[in-house]
């Protein structure tokens, strides 16, 4: 529990660190965020990551074998940092973006800000960081439980569609795009 926790704050500040340079993620995750309707995309993606995190602890707790639950706490640690970075995610796409889908006025192809997205990128980057610390956890985790490992087998093919999803809003993002 601590390790993984260390682990994802450790590297958090090396992604903070780390200078300018452009990876795939960083491609798609512009071709995401070119407007509002990539964005709005993007935030439901993440409440949806957020959802299988939640959905995960509760599947555990129905194995109702507190040993299983023990030997999976690094990953389920990982819920507590996923929610946290959806909150900050989502405030930063209202407040700091001025993203508000549900105005009447609402236009989805506005360019956000460069001040709104350098803060949504973060987040963003935060948050496929712990997506793949959690897949690897996964992947190394001890196969003890049956209904554990079911579990995990749900949570880690959510985890999986991450980019794939995003890609998807890229493309959302691309056919609003003016
Ligand atoms: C980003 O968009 C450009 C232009 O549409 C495209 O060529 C490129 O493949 C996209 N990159 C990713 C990672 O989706
Ligand atoms: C929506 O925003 C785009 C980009 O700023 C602009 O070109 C377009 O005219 C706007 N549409 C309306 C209906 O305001
Ligand atoms: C994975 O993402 C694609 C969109 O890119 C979606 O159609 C599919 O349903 C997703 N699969 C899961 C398991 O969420």
């Avoid at 300018?20 to 965020?33: G, I, K, R, S, Y």
């Avoid at 997205?117 to 960081?129: A, E, P, S, V, Y």
Wanted: aromatic share 8%; with cysteine; hydrophobic share 40%.
């Amino acid at each position: 529990m601590i390790r993984i926790l260390v682990l994802i704050c450790v590297n958090i500040l090396a992604i903070g660190a780390k200078p300018t340079q452009q990876t795939p993620f960083d491609e798609l995750v512009n071709n995401a965020t070119k407007n509002f309707y990539g964005m709005h995309c993007v935030s439901e993606v993440i409440v949806d990551v957020s959802a299988a995190a939640g959905d995960f602890a509760y599947d555990l707790e129905l194995c109702e074998d507190p040993y299983t639950v023990d030997d999976f706490t690094d990953i389920l640690d990982t819920k507590d940092v996923i929610n946290r970075i959806t909150d900050r995610l989502l405030v930063v796409n209202e407040l700091d973006c001025d993203n508000h889908q549900y105005l009447p006025d609402w236009n989805g192809s506005t360019i956000p800000s460069r001040e709104c997205l350098t803060k949504f990128k973060k987040h963003l980057n935060k948050m496929n960081f712990v997506i793949e610390e959690t897949i690897n956890e996964i992947l190394v985790a001890g196969e003890s439980n049956v209904c554990a490992l079911m579990a995990m087998g749900k949570y880690v093919i959510k985890l999986n569609n991450f980019t794939g999803l995003l890609q998807a809003c890229a493309e959302v993002a691309e056919k609003f795009n003016k």
